[in-house]
């Protein structure tokens, strides 16, 4: 199947982190299919700093791993905390390296 008919869009997981803080974990669905396999294999994307899951690239990629995987392999992009990732306001600081 060519990539190019595949829609894509995401369901927001939020994760609390040991700190207190918490990052978000954007799952791509592709063509409304949520029926994956919970022990498929997981393409975790890190975009740069101020990459969001909608950006191109990600969106390319994530069709990518669909059509070369058959559908199977499931793709999740990262949100930096602070960046597209509302930070509690118990714990006030962004995610710095």
């Known amino acids: 199947r060519r990539r190019r008919g ?12 040991s700190d207190g803080g918490q990052v978000a ?9 949520c029926a994956q396999r919970h022990d498929a294999p997981i393409v975790l ?4 700093i101020v990459g969001k899951q909608s950006n191109p690239y990600l ?5 990518n791993v669909h059509v070369k995987s058959g ?3 499931r793709t999740a ?3 930096w905390r602070g960046i597209d990732c509302a930070i509690p306001e118990s714990h006030p600081r962004p995610e710095c390296w």
């Open 6 to 17: 595949l829609s894509v869009t995401h369901r927001r997981e939020l994760v609390k982190m």
């Open 25 to 33: 974990l954007d799952w791509a669905v592709v063509d409304d299919s």
């Open 45 to 48: 994307m890190i975009p740069g």
């Open 59 to 63: 969106v390319n990629l994530t069709k």
């Open 71 to 73: 559908g199977v392999w």
């Open 77 to 79: 992009v990262k949100s």
